[in-house]
Every structure is written in C-alpha cells, then in structure tokens.
C-alpha cells in the first residue's frame, strides 16, 4: 500500500464503513481495502435506492473533499452518464459552522493583527457556513465598507489532502484490477481533480479571479461582481464587498417586478463570458447567483473559472451555428476539429446519430426547446464514440447547461434558442470585422517570417548531424499484417513445391538404379516416393484452386 495511504488508516476504516453502509460490498473486496472485516458490523441503509442515489449519499457522507469530488465530476458530462450527472448535480455543501473563537484565529492569522484592529464591527453569526470556508459580515475598520469576509475552514487543507491521498490509491487499484474503466484513466483524473480543489483552496487565486471578471465585465455590465479588497486577502482569508440581495434558491419570482429582463441578463452574460471573453464562472447555477434590490444579478464564489481560447471560442461559435442551423455535416466537422480519440471513428454513422438526437430536440416549439439537454446529448454521444473534449470545453457546456437552466427558473416561458442565435450571430459577424481579419494577416505574416528565420537554423543542424554521422531516420510500419500473411502463404507454398521436386527427382535416381525390393518392377522406393510426391502435388493443387490463389 502507498506510504501516504498507511498513515491514514483511520480515515480508511471511516470510508469503508460508509461505502459498506450503502451497499457497496464487492467494491471493498475487489479493490481489498483494508476494514473489509466490518462488513457483517455494519447497518445498511434500505436496499430500494438506486446505485446513483446511494453513490451521492456516500459522497454526502464522507465529507467535503468526496462532496467537492462529486461536484467537480458533475461540470464532466463526457465521463459519466446524464443520470449521475443529474445526482451529483444535488450535493450541497452546507455544513454546520465552525466555533467563531476558532474563526477568529484564522483571521488573526491572516491579518497578522487582532480581530479589533481589522474590523470594527465583525458578526458572529455567519452569513453562509460550507465545506471549505465559512462567510461572515463585517465593517472595514479603515475605510468604513461592509464587507463579506470568507475565511477558511480551519485545518481543512491536511483534511482533504489526507482524502486526495486515498482517493488517488483507489484510482490505482480500480485502474489495475478493472479493465472497463481503463479508458477513463481515473489516476489521472484524482490528479486533475487534486489540482483543481488545491486551487479552490486558494483564495489570493479566487481573488484574481473576481478581479478579472470585473474587468471583463466594465462599468455598463448588467451582471454585478463584487470588489475585492486585495490588500486584506491572503491564502485563507478573502474579504469583498458585501452585497444586499437575496439567493435565487430563496426568491419569490412573482415579486420581481421583469423577470424575463433578468432572464436575459444571466444568459446573455454567460454567453458573453464564455464567447466572448472566454473567462466564465464555471458553476453559475441558483446557490451562487444573487439578485439585488434594483435587480441586477450578482455571481459570487469564484472559485472555480473556466479559460478558453480565442480558437477555442471560434471553433464553439461555429459549432453552436451547426447546432442551430441544424447542420450534420458541419457539426460533425466541428466536433472532430475540438476532440480527441479515435482517429478511425465512422464518421457517417456519428453524423446519423446527432441527426437523430437534433430531430428528437426540434420535435418540439422552438422556445420549447432545451439547449442544455441537446449539448449533453451530443456529449453522450461523443462518449460512445469515444471521442474526448478537453475539460474547459466540458466545463464550459455544463456552465452554459447550468445557465440554461437559471434562466428558466427566473423565467419559465423565456425563448432561449431564439435569445441565444441572437447572440451567436453577432459574435460570429465580430469575425469578419476588418480589425479581426487584420490581425489574423499580421499573425500570418509573423509566423511566416519567424518560420523564415527557423528553417536556415534546422536546416544547418540535419546537416551537422549528417556530418558527424548522428543522422537516423525511423520507419513505422503500420497495417503490415495482411501483406506478411501472404508472403508466408507465398514463402509456405515455394518451400513445399521445392519438397515436391526433390522428391521426384530423387524417385528417379533409386528408379534407375534397379535396387530391390521391387513394386511392379521397379524399385519400391522410387515408386512410393512418385506416389507421395503425385499426392502432395495434386494437394497442393486443389489448395490454390479452391482458395482462388491463382
């Protein structure tokens, strides 16, 4: 067992009693965890819950590192299938708060200061508590803003990575002993999804991230990000300005006074976020959206963001335009552009199939129609054809899906395709616009001159190496096997006819000797070998004739 593992072996046996707890038996004595011994100890829950329901439970239970894993594996339609998708999509992080002395100390920490010098107001009671940190209002002592302090949870860091340590063990073992999901390359993903919550752990880094967005978004946004108070922030500590407003997940729609207006705001801003600017929050869903008192939408808890290139965005422009101009072909070539995998695909058979899937979609109204069930159609899709996105354009689709769905709620009648093709319209004219297609000249250009002052240099090194006798060149053979099968046939056949005429010739030398015993009046073994060279002969005949080999 891993080193790191062994010295978490009390974690363990907390993990294997509540996998055991929730039916997950032949797990524990596949991967042969060690606490396997507790399973006849164990009170399971009732036996009618489905295996994905039981799996969110136990992700539930076992705390905040697995309920940020199930989040994170639910922004990744091309790994698992839309039903787990749909019950992670329901872990929250609500947790109860911590003890406020032990806040404090974190705080003091942070600042380097008493609590009394940062703050002259700093309210016990927190605005929100979850797994990794805890919010808490207070009044800036220098300045006078109310603020939002988020502070981090204390000891939570060593917590999960003792979790990211067993978690990457069981990676190991299911990678090993596991044929099926060789394919998902599961350590890789425990590293993946270390890197991405050691990130969300930083706040100096989610810091940087609302201060990227204000800028994106500039003065006339419609969408509204809080101001950071940078100088106060730290790795554990981020202090911005608090906003008045209340959660999607606690508002009473019919009171707003244009909620279709509001509608538009969120999606047209996570359209702009993704397409245009190509830095978005990568989970807007209701929990961390507020609306505020003049009704303007606010995104909180930056911690995780999604990045994308400007080649990124354009080859999604083109692809959303296939989507809606219900184009297979275009669609298809859009998809194999910004996948990887298989690289012999059917690709027919994969234009028929999202065919089908976008004839099932546009079955109904088109303000009816559901982009977010028809992108992760078309990843499901992808999955079966093995063909893999790379994770910020998965992100992003479930960002765009999760904004879908927010604007639904705010306003159930809002007619998205058509709000949507608006917007992807005129970002897809920004192309054409003459400053676009100059810098796309000017970026040519400089390739080519750069290219220019490359291939003298590369061309000098072949010939020095050429020269001091260090050229080699390196040959793959690919689908050889037919070919080498039928130089064995040729080679087979050859040395079995060069027999045969050996035999017959050597026949005819023991015939003319006259050597006894005879067989119709020549020697016996001249005529047994005329007889056996005759057979094989005709054998071989038969063979090349029945198989068409001639």
């Not at 929250?92 to 009394?116: N, W």
């Not at 400007?310 to 809606?324: A, Q």
Request: hydrophobic share 40%; charged share 25%.
């Amino acid at each position: 067992m891993d080193f790191k593992a062994v010295t978490s072996l009390g974690r363990f046996k907390d993990i294997v009693m509540i996998l055991i707890k929730y039916g997950f038996d032949d797990l524990i004595e596949r991967l042969d965890l060690p606490g396997g011994d507790l399973l006849k100890r164990v009170n399971k829950v009732e036996q009618n819950l489905g295996t994905y329901e039981r799996i969110r439970l136990a992700f539930q239970d076992l705390g905040p590192t697995f309920v940020k894993f199930g989040q994170i594996m639910s922004l990744r339609p091309d790994l698992l299938p839309p039903p787990l998708i749909e019950e992670l999509s329901k872990l929250q992080d609500d947790v109860a708060p911590v003890d406020i002395e032990r806040i404090k100390e974190v705080v003091e920490q942070s600042t380097g200061k008493p609590l009394e010098e940062t703050f002259s107001i700093f309210d016990t009671a927190p605005l929100a508590a979850a797994s990794i940190s805890q919010v808490h209002r207070g009044v800036l002592k220098s300045g006078g803003q109310i603020v939002s302090v988020k502070v981090q949870r204390p000891d939570i860091q060593s917590k999960m990575e003792t979790d990211l340590n067993i978690l990457a063990f069981v990676a190991e073992r299911l990678h090993e002993r596991v044929e099926e999901l060789k394919n998902f390359d599961l350590p890789n993903l425990v590293q993946l999804i270390r890197r991405t919550l050691l990130r969300e752990l930083d706040f100096n880094r989610e810091s940087r991230n609302m201060k990227i967005a204000r800028s994106y978004a500039g003065e006339g946004s419609k969408i509204y990000i809080p101001e950071v108070y940078e100088q106060y922030c730290t790795k554990q500590l981020l202090i911005m300005e608090y906003v008045q407003g209340a959660k999607l997940t606690e508002i009473d729609f019919g009171a707003l006074t244009d909620p279709e207006s509001l509608a538009k705001q969120g999606l047209n801003a996570a359209i702009n976020q993704i397409l245009k600017d190509g830095f978005f929050h990568a989970d807007p869903h209701p929990g961390n959206i507020l609306v505020t008192s003049d009704e303007r939408i606010c995104l909180i808890d930056w911690g995780m963001t999604g990045r994308l290139s400007e080649r990124d965005r354009r080859e999604l422009i083109y692809l959303l335009k296939s989507v809606f101009e219900k184009d297979g072909e275009a669609m298809v070539l859009a998809l194999l552009r910004i996948t990887t995998g298989d690289n012999t695909i059917d690709q027919r058979g994969l234009e028929r199939d999202l065919l089908d899937i976008m004839d099932s979609h546009y079955a109904v109204p088109l303000k009816d129609m559901n982009i977010g069930q028809l992108l992760m159609a078309i990843t499901d899709t992808l999955r079966t054809y093995r063909l893999r996105l790379p994770p910020d354009l998965v992100i992003m689709i479930k960002a765009l899906v999760t904004a879908e769905g927010t604007a639904r709620t705010i306003y159930p009648a809002l007619d998205v395709v058509s709000e949507a093709r608006g917007q992807i319209s005129e970002l897809a004219k920004e192309r054409y616009k003459p400053e676009t297609i100059w810098r796309s000249i000017r970026f040519a250009f400089s390739q080519f001159f750069n290219l220019q002052k490359e291939i003298p240099k590369r061309f000098e090194s072949i010939l020095d190496k050429a020269d001091q006798g260090e050229l080699t060149f390196g040959f793959r053979h690919q689908n050889l096997d037919a070919f080498m099968k039928t130089i064995d046939n040729v080679t087979s056949r050859l040395s079995f006819a060069i027999i045969i005429g050996s035999m017959v010739i050597g026949s005819s030398m023991i015939v003319t000797t006259g050597v006894k015993p005879l067989l119709f009046g020549f020697p016996a073994l001249g005529v047994i070998g005329y007889i056996l060279s005759g057979l094989l002969g005709f054998w071989l005949i038969f063979n090349i004739i029945r198989k068409r080999k001639y």
